[in-house]
């Protein structure tokens, strides 16, 4: 189990190449940070387009 900062990290390294990848890399790097991160599908597919969701104060 990755520590929350390492999937941060990660997903730090993976956004910029996901955002610009075609249809088929995107499934391709998506698996890849599912294996990783141990997130569900499509709560790493909203993580990687959008972002973390911001804390409320």
């Given at each position: 189990?990755?520590?929350?900062?390492?999937?941060r990290?990660?997903?730090?390294?993976?956004?910029?190449?996901?955002?610009?990848?075609?249809?088929a890399?995107?499934?391709?790097?998506?698996?890849?940070?599912?294996?990783?991160?141990?997130?569900?599908r499509?709560?790493?597919?909203r993580?990687?387009r959008?972002?973390?969701?911001?804390?409320?104060?």
């Amino acid at each position: 189990m990755m520590r929350q900062g390492s999937k941060r990290e990660l997903w730090e390294t993976i956004q910029p190449r996901y955002l610009k990848a075609s249809k088929a890399e995107k499934h391709k790097i998506l698996d890849e940070f599912i294996a990783t991160s141990g997130y569900h599908r499509k709560y790493a597919i909203r993580i990687l387009r959008h972002g973390y969701p911001r804390k409320q104060q």
